[in-house]
Nanobody
Framework: QVQLVESGGGLVQPGGSLRLACVASGFTSDYYAVAWFRQAPGEAREGVSCISFVDGMTYYADSVKGRFTISKDNAKTTVYLQMDRLTPEDTATYSC????????????????????????WGKGTLVTVSP
């Protein structure tokens, strides 16, 4: 069973930065990817970014391109989301999620599409952007 634990959320002023971390464990398949999603109160869940452990490719939602950077530490199976130039519209609960499979193309396609039907989810960490 894959387990995901997020950390790094908090209160930050507009224009500030935060770095979220997602520690993943329990993968059993050859290929997997880890994505970040967010959900603001009263809003639908939104895919933010994804990184593939197959080939290292990264994907971003248009709303965060140029401001957020996803990265990974293979040794620790940890995925980071560096969030810069934050705005109040970025306020949400951020959750990491993962998909794994024996097929690399399956993982890549779901990562590329920020597919909401990921296999496993963390509990989330709250990010609040406010003066």
């Amino acid at each position: 069973q894959v387990q995901l634990v997020e950390s790094g959320g908090g209160l930050v002023q507009p224009g500030g930065s935060l770095r979220l971390a997602c520690v993943a464990s329990g993968f059993t398949s050859d290929y997997y990817a880890v994505a970040w999603f967010r959900q603001a109160p009263g809003e639908a869940r939104e895919g933010v970014s994804c990184i593939s452990f197959v080939d290292g490719m990264t994907y971003y939602a248009d709303s965060v391109k140029g401001r957020f950077t996803i990265s990974k530490d293979n040794a620790k199976t940890t995925v980071y989301l560096q969030m810069d130039r934050l705005t109040p519209e970025d306020t949400a609960t951020y959750s990491c999620a993962t998909v794994e499979s024996g097929l690399s193309t399956y993982v890549r396609d779901r990562c590329n599409g920020l597919y909401k039907g990921m296999d496993y989810w963390g509990k989330g960490t709250l990010v609040t952007v406010s003066p």
